[in-house]
Every structure is written in C-alpha cells, then in structure tokens.
C-alpha cells in the first residue's frame, strides 16, 4: 500500500469488536505490507477454486492514473482513503450477500484505517464506523514482511523499511478493531494456500463474489 507523509497522529483506544448483521465469518482478510506475497497468496487460492476479492489500491491507481484523477497516494492521499474505503465497503457487500463458502480478500477495511495511521492522518469517525460495522472473520491472515522477495513496480513505490512499518500499521489496526492475526509462514504459494485452507476448517472453495 503507497506511502506519501506524515501528520500528527491521533490519540486511540483499542476498539471492541461489535456484532454486526453484515459480519460473516465466510468473509477472509489477506493483509500485511507490499512485497510480502499477499497477492500472490490471493491469486493461488482463485485458483484452487476459492473465491477472491482483489486489493482497492493498484486498482484505484491504475484508473486514476488512467484519468488523470488525484486520488493517489502521492498527489491526495487523504482522498485515496476514501476511494478505498468506497471499494472496500462494495466488495464486502457484494461478498456477503453472495453464494456459499469463503471468500478471501486481499486487504479489508482495517486496512484503511492503517493507511490513514500510516500517513500520520487522524481516522475519521465514519471510517473507523465502518471498520467496526462491516466484519470478517476473527482470523485476520498477515503476510509478514520478506525482504528476499520485494520488488518495487510502477504501482508500489515503497522501500522495503516502509513495507516494513506498513506491516506494523496493518497489525494494529486490526488489532485493535479485535481481530486476531494469523501470520503466514515465508514459504512457496503453494504452502501458503495449504497452511490458509487448513486454518479455515477446509471449508469447500465454491461460490462466492470473486
């Protein structure tokens, strides 16, 4: 997730987690920092038949790049939260009201959450609202960062020393809204897809908003 600059931070309290009609525990969050093999992990579960979900922020890059939009995390990063947040709350929607079996996404809501702490913004009230309103499952999956494997790209821009406090960000953020963290060993995708399937309850890979 793209990194720009810092703001003072705001004061917090770990959150609570809230029961919510449109929690599920169908819904499965992959988070952690760029370059550790999240969306890699995404990708090998679509393709051994899960549902997926994929992450708000290369794609809100790439179409606002396309447009000449200002939603970027170097031009208005306080907007591209927001953009996020938008792509976040419809994928959930769309994933809960939808077939049988997990869905996996790549990112959540939380995230946002992060991305704004990150930057050094203060979480506004409804993005917090909305982290605490539209559940997933208790096990949050976090990728932990992998020096060996980061790569930087036209869309992720970060040096490995921010992959690693994005990480941090990720953790606490759903910490604090009471999810628990998984973390994913350093292994192949196809190891990470068994050791994710297993800790689901082998839950069938069908239906679903992918």
Known sequence: MPHHRHHPREQREPKEP???ARGTDRLVVVTGGPGSGKTA???????????TSPEAGR??????????????????PALF??????????????AA????GPVFFDRGVPDVVGYLRL??????AHVDAAARTFRYRRQVFIAPP??????????????PEIARRTHEAMA???GDHGYELVELPRAPVAERVRFVAERIGGSGAAGGAG
């Open 18 to 20: 809230q029961d919510a």
């Open 172 to 174: 606490a953020a759903y």
């Open 81 to 94: 939260a927001e953009a996020m947040l938008c792509w976040e709350l419809r994928s959930h929607e769309a």
């Open 146 to 159: 992998w020096p060996e494997i980061y790569r930087t790209d036209t869309e992720r821009r970060q040096t």
């Open 41 to 51: 992990l995404i990708e090998g579960l679509r393709a051994a038949g899960y549902a």
């Open 97 to 100: 009201a939808s077939g049988r």
């Open 59 to 76: 794609a809100i890059i790439r179409a606002q790049t396309a447009i000449g939009g200002r939603a970027l995390p170097w031009a208005d």
């Open 119 to 124: 930057e050094g913004y203060d979480v506004p």
